[in-house]
Structures are given as C-alpha cells and as structure tokens.
C-alpha cells in the first residue's frame, strides 16, 4: 500500500499532467501538421491552400517559401499576424529546434515550422477547439510503491549517437549520455537515456502492457533524481507520448534496447475504447 504523501504527490503530479495539455497551446489544441514543399506554401481557410486553417481566418491568410534550407513568412497585406508577438508582414523562420524558434500568431491559431531530418513542416494549434475540454481524462493505474525502483547511472565514456524510431517513419538520431542498470524481479537490466539541458534524465521504454493497456509505441518517464544523488525510475509517473492526444504531433519511440520484457502495471493506461 503506498503511503499517504508518497499517493497524494503522485496524484498531484497526475492532476498536474491532466491539466497541462489542456492549456494554450498545449497537446490538445494541436490541430495541424503541414509537411512543407519546395516553393510557395499558401495558408488560409480555404480548402485549396496547402495549409489549411481553421474557417474563421480568411481565406488566403498569406504562404510560406520554402527554399530546402530555410523557411520565410509572407503575410497578405490587411492580416493581422505577429511573430514572436511582433506584427509582421515578412519574417525569415526560425525553426522548433533553434533556441528561438519564431511562433506566428493569427486569431488564436499558433504556428511554428518543425524540423525532423531532413523534412520541414509547420505545426497548428488552434485554442479555441472544443477538444481541450471535451477529450476525456487520462487514466492511470493504482499507484503501486514497488514499480518505484532504484537504479544506477552510468555514463559513457562518450555520448554515443543512436536512432530511435519515430511517427513519420524515419529514425531520429539522438545523443545517449548513458545507460540506468536495476534489477526486478531478481533479474537484472539495463536501458539508454537521453539527458536534456537543464540535466533531467529521459527514459523512452516499451514494455508488453503495450500490447492492451498501455500506448500501443511505449511511454515517456523522466527519472527522479532525489537531493542525496540517488535516481529512482518511478513508474507510477510514466505517461504516454503526445502522439496520443493528437495525431498532428511527431512522437520518437522506445529503442530496441529500451524494450522491457515485465509488465509494468502502474503510470498512464492508454484504454483502446475511450481513445477509437
């Protein structure tokens, strides 16, 4: 039985993941993905242009020019448009994975052109969709104590680039500072994580409730690093991609290695018939 503070933190934390996909531009108002093509790119409500926005924006709100290596913005004279909450009518893009990446706002629609590999795109979220408060609450296990697991970190000697599947089809390469090594169930394991800037330790896993409980690709944990340095991977805070609140979003998966053979019956469920 978990404990009364370790059960009312993990639920404060599951409230507070309910919550953040709804809010502005969150998951739920992601409402497009455009994969751009060389040359002009029209945007509008007008069902011809090659990004389509939501029928209260004009119909031909402006394009995009895409020349294979950069993205510029122009904007139809009349249309209210800002970059970066600058109004504009021409902007050179920055994309998703700059430090500054140049978010265009219009009649609360938000864009932003995404790279992946070798592809660009630009990405709509539309905050006034119903869906943020129409799509249902997301599901969980009971909390469970024991799917709290410590683990050991180690890093390698170099960060070693390796390919993890992603939505679009194609394998994104990413750096793996290192591996986390536990046992469960007198079984020993071993799986590669990712580490972001500000040092949080990114597990990406798949384990066979993926196959009827769980989101079908794996899901997400981010490792809890406690004061004294110890790591504890706290599967009752793992959580599903965004891929499943929306199927404009670009999801990178569980690599092989990252594959667990145990069910891991706590964290996020994924119910097949709340989500057909």
Known sequence: MASKTYRQSINEWRNERNETIRRDNGWLSLAGLYWLKLGRNNFGSDPKNEIQLPVRIPANAG????????VSLRVNQGQKVTVNDKATDFA??????????????????????????????????????????????????????????????TSYERPKMAYFPDLTGEKSEFPVEGYLSFEFNKKNYKVDINKE?????????????????????????????????????????????????????????APEQNHLDFRITAGETFPRDLHK
């Open 197 to 253: 800037d500000d040092g949080t330790i990114f597990l990406r896993f798949w384990d066979p409730t993926s196959e009827d409980e769980t989101y079908p690709t794996g899901r997400y944990l981010i490792a809890d690093v406690e004061k004294d340095g110890s790591i504890f991977l706290d599967f009752n805070k793992a959580y599903c991609p965004p891929c499943a609140f929306t199927d404009f979003a670009t999801c990178v998966f």
């Open 92 to 153: 050179v893009l920055q994309p998703d994975i700059s430090e500054t990446p140049s978010y265009i706002k219009l009649d609360g629609v938000q864009l932003v052109v995404i790279q992946r590999g070798n592809k660009m795109g630009v990405r709509m979220w539309d905050n006034k969709t119903e869906k943020r408060a129409s799509f249902p609450a997301r599901t969980w296990y009971e909390i469970n104590e024991s799917f709290r697991i410590p683990v050991t970190f």
């Open 63 to 70: 394009y995009f020019e895409y020349n294979g290596k950069s």
